[in-house]
C-alpha cells in the first residue's frame, strides 16, 4: 500500500478505473467524473503548475466550494510534493493575506472567478504569490483552464502533461499546513505529512469497512480536516463514490436524492433533522402522533434490552416488526434508503437525538478528533456502541487522561508542529510525543472516552467557580424554540446566556397563540416570546446548581453562521468572536440583572 495521498489515490484509480469517484449538480442534473478522469485531470493540471514552476517543498493553496476542482488541484499538489494550503471561501481578504504571506504560498488555485476575484484585491500585498489558477465547472467541462498568463488553455491535449516527471514524495513530506480558525489570535498553520493522513484514514476505513461499494455525499467545509480526511480520502482510497451537495441548506435533498451508504456530518445537522421530523409529526393527526410515539417507544425498548443482552419477548418483537416498516422505514427512506453508517464528530451529540436515531435504524457512531491529529482520535467501533461516550482510540492510537483531566494524545496522526511557531508547539506537543488536545475528557475501564468539556472554553466566575458552557447549552439547545444559544459569564458573579431561537417554530408558535406581529424582528420583542424563551432557560436551571443557573438572557435575531464568523466549519459557537461582536449586548445584560433576577433586556 502506498504511503502518500496521491499514491494512495492512483492504487484506487488503477483498480476503479471506469466507476464514478465524484459527481455534482450542474443546472439540475448530476455531472459524474470516473476514476480514470480523474486521473487524467490530476496530471494536467500537475503538468501546468510544473510549468509555473510548482516544485517539491513548494507550497499551493486551494480556494474552492466542495467540487471536484478542489480535489484535482489538491491531488496535483501533492504529486508534485507541495504542500496544500487550503483556503475557506468564506475568509475575508485580510485573511486570505495572512495565510497567502506566512505560508509563503507560490500558487493559487481558485474554484470560481468570483472567488479568484477575492484573492485580486490582496495581491499587491503578496509578494510570493506568482500566479492564480481558476480551475472553474467551465473549465471542466470544456477541459480548458484558465491562468493568468495563459487563459483558455486546453489542458488535456498539452503535450507537457506527457512528459511530466513526478518526484520521489514520501510519507514523511509535508502534505498540508492547515490554518486554525484564529478565534484567540493569528491562525496557526498546522503541519500534517502524508503519513499523518494516511494513516488516519486507513485506520477508518479498518474500522467502519468503506469500500468501493459505499458512497457519501459531501458537504462539510474541504478546507477543514474533518471532512477532508473522512469524507474525501477515506472514501477515495477506498475506491467510493462522494457526491458533493449544492449547499448546507440542500444537505437534505442531497442525502435523499444520492442514496448515500455512509454519511459524515456534525452533531447540530443531525439534531435539525431530528427537529425537522419532529416538527412534521406535530404537525399530523393525534392518531399518527400517537402512532409514532407508541413507535419510538416499543422500538427504544427493544434497544435498551439487546443493549443489556436480555430477551426480547415474542410480543415486543412482532410489534417492533410492524412499527419498524409503518414508521422506522419511513424515516430511513428519507435519508436515500441505504445509509448503514453516520459518524457524527466535531462536537458532543444530544444523546437523546442519538437514541432516537438509533432506535429508527440508523447506526450512530461518534468520534472525536483534532485538527493536529489529522483528525481522528477515537470513534464508536461497530461491533459495541456505547452511547454517551466517543468510542474508543483508532489503531495505533494512544489516549491517556493528564493533569486537569486533559486528554492527552500520541500515535502516527498526530502533527509535526505549528508553521514557523516552535514555543507554540513545544506547548501542544510534549517531549515524549503527546498531544495536549485541550480537551477535558476520561476513560473508562473498557477504554471508551467520554468529553467532559474544553480547558479553553472553562468560564471561571469572579468566585472561582470552573464551568463547562457545553452541558448548560446543550441543555437549553433541546428546546424546539432554540436553535443556537452561547453562554458568558468569565470573570463575573453568574452565567448569562445569548439565545438565537429557531425561527420557523417560534413563527408558528405566535400564530397558533393569536399573538400579532408584523415583522420576524418585532416579534423576537414581545413578551410573549421573551416568556416563552425564560420557560425554556428555567427548565434547564431546574436541574442545574445555583452557580450554573442562567440569570440573565438576550434574544438575539441573526443566527450564528459561517458567512458572519461566528460560527467554526464544524458549526460550533466562535466564543471569542459573538463575544466581541456582541460585547454591547453582553454588558447591557451585566448592567441591568441583578445576581437573583432574570431580566431580558433589549434585542440586539
Known amino acids: 500500500m502506498a504511503d502518500t495521498i496521491h499514491g494512495s489515490f492512483r492504487e484506487a484509480a488503477a ?12 443546472d439540475g442534473r448530476y455531472v459524474e467524473m470516473t476514476y480514470g478522469e480523474l486521473e487524467s485531470w490530476v496530471d494536467a493540471v500537475a503538468a501546468r503548475l510544473v510549468l509555473f514552476g510548482v516544485k517539491k517543498g513548494d507550497t499551493v493553496g486551494v480556494l474552492s466550494q466542495n467540487r471536484p476542482q478542489w480535489v484535482i488541484a489538491d491531488l ?52 510570493d504569490l506568482a500566479q492564480t489558477l481558476l480551475l472553474d465547472d467551465a473549465a471542466i ?11 483558455g488553455s486546453d489542458l488535456r ?40 493522513i494516511v494513516s488516519n484514514a486507513r485506520a477508518l476505513t479498518d474500522r467502519y469497512g468503506i469500500c468501493s461499494d459505499d458512497s457519501t455525499v459531501s458537504y462539510l467545509p474541504l478546507s477543514h480536516m474533518f ?53 412534521k409529526i406535530e404537525g399530523h393527526s393525534k392518531r399518527k402522533q400517537a402512532l409514532v410515539r407508541d413507535a419510538i ?81 477515537a470513534c464508536s467501533p461497530v461491533e459495541a456502541i456505547r452511547l454517551g461516550t466517543v468510542g474508543t482510540p483508532l489503531e495505533g492510537v494512544e489516549v491517556k487522561i493528564g493533569e486537569s483531566d486533559e486528554i492527552l494524545v500520541r500515535g502516527p496522526g498526530v502533527m509535526r508542529g505549528y508553521l514557523g511557531r516552535p514555543e507554540e508547539t513545544a506547548e501542544a506537543l510534549d517531549t515524549d510525543g503527546w498531544l ?23 468560564i471561571v466566575t469572579s468566585y472561582g467557580k470552573n464551568i463547562s458552557p457545553q452541558p448548560i447549552e446543550e441543555g437549553i439547545a433541546r428546546s424546539k424554540y432554540v436553535a443556537q444559544v452561547m453562554v458568558c459569564g468569565d470573570n463575573r458573579q453568574y452565567l448569562v446566556a445569548l439565545v ?81 461582536i456582541h460585547g454591547d449586548v453582553i454588558e447591557r445584560l451585566y448592567a441591568s440583572t441583578d445576581a437573583g433576577k432574570r431580566d431580558g433586556g433589549d434585542s440586539a
Open 15 to 26: 483498480n476503479h478505473r471506469d466507476k464514478v469517484a465524484l459527481r455534482h449538480r450542474k
Open 227 to 279: 471532512e477532508r480526511t473522512c469524507g474525501y480520502y477515506t472514501f477515495l482510497f477506498a475506491g467510493a463514490t462522494i457526491t458533493y451537495a449544492d449547499q448546507m441548506t440542500s444537505v437534505a435533498k442531497d442525502v435523499a436524492a444520492a442514496h448515500p451508504t455512509v454519511l459524515i456530518a456534525v452533531p447540530r445537522v443531525l439534531e435539525k433533522a431530528h427537529a425537522v421530523a419532529r416538527g
Open 297 to 377: 417507544h416499543d422500538l427504544n425498548e427493544r434497544a435498551n434490552l439487546r443493549y443489556r443482552g436480555e430477551r426480547v419477548s415474542p410480543w415486543l418483537a412482532l410489534k417492533c416488526v410492524v412499527y419498524d416498516r409503518l414508521v422506522a422505514k419511513k424515516f430511513r427512506d428519507a435519508a436515500g434508503g441505504r445509509l448503514r453508517i453516520i459518524v457524527s464528530g466535531g462536537a458532543s451529540l444530544d444523546r437523546q437525538v442519538a437514541k432516537v436515531l438509533f432506535v429508527v435504524g440508523f447506526n450512530v457512531f461518534e468520534g472525536y478528533g483534532m485538527t493536529e491529529a489529522s483528525p481522528v482520535i
Open 436 to 458: 495536549h488536545t485541550g480537551d477535558q475528557g476520561v476513560l473508562d475501564a473498557d477504554g471508551y472516552l467520554s468529553i467532559t468539556g474544553r480547558l479553553k472554553d472553562l
Open 500 to 580: 438565537v431561537p429557531d425561527s420557523e417554530a417560534i413563527v408558528k408558535y405566535a400564530r397558533d397563540s393569536v399573538i400579532p406581529f408584523d415583522e420576524y424582528t418585532a416579534l423576537l420583542r414581545r413578551d410573549e416570546i421573551r416568556e416563552l424563551i425564560s420557560g425554556e432557560i428555567d427548565r434547564v436551571n431546574k436541574a442545574a446548581p445555583s452557580y450554573e443557573q442562567i440569570r440573565g438572557f438576550d434574544i438575539l435575531p441573526e443566527a450564528f453562521t459561517l458567512e458572519n464568523g461566528m460560527l467554526t466549519p464544524t458549526l460550533k459557537p466562535r466564543r471569542g468572536r459573538i463575544t466581541m
Open 141 to 151: 467541462e470544456l477541459g480548458t483552464a484558465a491562468f493568468s498568463s495563459d487563459p
Open 76 to 127: 496535483a499538489s501533492l504529486s508534485l510534493g507541495a504542500g496544500v494550503v487550503p483556503l475557506y471561501p468564506t475568509l475575508p481578504p485580510s485573511y486570505l493575506q495572512y495565510i497567502i504571506n506566512d505560508s509563503h504560498m507560490t500558487v493559487l488555485v481558485a474554484g470560481d472567478a468570483l472567488l479568484l476575484t477575492s484573492i485580486s484585491t490582496v495581491m499587491d500585498e503578496t509578494p
Open 157 to 196: 491535449s498539452d503535450p507537457s502533461r506527457r512528459a511530466i516527471a513526478y518526484p520521489d514524495v514520501v510519507g514523511d513530506d509535508i502534505a498540508t499546513i492547515v490554518y486554525t480558525s484564529g478565534t484567540t489570535g493569528a491562525p496557526k498553520g498546522v503541519v500534517l505529512t502524508h503519513t499523518n
